[in-house]
Nanobody, 122 residues
Framework: QVQLVESGGGLVQAGGSLRLSCAASGRTGSPYAVGWFRQAPGKERYFVAAINGGGGRTLYADSVKGRFTISRDNAQDTVYLQMNSLKPEDTAVYYC???????????????WGQGTQVTVSS
């Protein structure tokens, strides 16, 4: 069993930056792949970024390429999402999830955090 806890959300003006963290606990062995997803009110949960267990492979949604960067520190069991040049349309609850492979598919992740709210004001 893996527990995931997100942090770092908040309120920021358009053009600003935030760094989200996803701290994992409860499992030993090879690191899981981790994905970030976001969900706005009344909408589905959408893929944002993902990173494989070793950190050498990353995936990004087209809407965040060039603005967001996913990284990980396996010594700290933490994955980060650096978000720059934030836009009002980035406003959502951001979730991290752990799975076997880095993928854009929500269904392929086995463990989920509770989410952290990101609000970008115009």
């Amino acid at each position: 069993q893996v527990q995931l806890v997100e942090s770092g959300g908040g309120l920021v003006q358009a053009g600003g930056s935030l760094r989200l963290s996803c701290a994992a606990s409860g499992r030993t062995g090879s690191p899981y792949a981790v994905g970030w997803f976001r969900q706005a009110p009344g909408k589905e949960r959408y893929f944002v970024a993902a990173i494989n267990g070793g950190g050498g492979r990353t995936l990004y949604a087209d809407s965040v390429k060039g603005r967001f960067t996913i990284s990980r520190d396996n010594a700290q069991d933490t994955v980060y999402l650096q978000m720059n040049s934030l836009k009002p349309e980035d406003t959502a609850v951001y979730y991290c999830a752990a799975g076997i492979i880095a993928t854009m598919s929500v269904q392929r992740y086995d463990y989920w955090g509770q989410g952290t709210q990101v609000t970008v004001s115009s």
